[in-house]
């Protein structure tokens, strides 16, 4: 068991503008680009909320493309929120420039996105308490990715070279950092909302605005 200081902790929400073919396109052919771009404000709205509601330390949104959209003073954001911007390159290279600056800093870091509606504030907690005991913490989801991302400090190999969008993530993931003898905990997998078979996962008082176009 690593018996390591306890660290500050810090969730780092990754968002993409919940703009009409923009966010949430692979959902397009069954709820239309509004209806897709609706759903992406829902999710980022509730991630945000979720993450502060865990009341782990700072929460941080961190934007793709620019947090000066106007898109972005259009939701109901809390005041408390510290933002940032993801900046260029691929998904690896955003994930790991965030995760450095924050452990180099040091905190530690949980990156989650928002598709994710089932991880809540009580699995935010779980979370940074594995982050106590462990190096590292995952929540994996059914399609072979993470919906969270806990590392108590910045493991290059984790972001570099990675499938991203595959089976794979989650598995070469938790290889890679077993690899360089973390200690790792591994939570209860999850569903993301990302192909128009997942929206029978999203909570049943959502249901109703979100269904199938017909």
Request: a neutral charge; hydrophobic letters at 45%.
């Amino acid at each position: 068991m690593n018996t390591m200081p306890q660290k500050a902790i810090r969730i780092v929400i990754f968002a993409k503008a919940p703009l009409p073919g923009l966010a949430k396109t692979r959902l397009i052919p069954a709820l239309g680009a509004e209806g897709s771009a609706h759903l992406a404000v829902k999710l980022l709205e509730h991630a945000v909320k979720q993450a502060v509601l865990a009341d782990t330390g700072p929460v941080e949104l961190c934007v793709s493309p620019t947090r000066l959209h106007s898109i972005w003073k259009e939701l109901t954001l809390p005041v408390s929120l510290e933002w940032s911007e993801q900046g260029e390159g691929d998904l690896g290279e955003r994930l790991a420039r965030a995760t450095r600056r924050i452990t180099n800093n040091g905190q530690a870091i949980i990156l989650i996105g928002t598709d994710c509606p089932s991880l809540n504030a009580k699995k935010l907690r779980e979370a940074a308490q594995a982050l106590e005991r462990h190096d590292a913490c995952m929540v994996p989801v059914s399609d072979g990715g993470y919906a969270l991302l806990g590392l108590s400090r910045h493991l290059p190999e984790v972001f570099s070279d990675m499938p991203w969008s595959s089976t794979a993530v989650a598995r070469l993931t938790r290889q890679r950092m077993l690899a360089e003898c973390w200690t790792f905990k591994q939570l209860a997998p999850l569903h993301d909302i990302d192909e128009p078979q997942d929206l029978q996962y999203l909570p049943e008082n959502w249901a109703p605005r979100f269904t199938a176009i017909s």
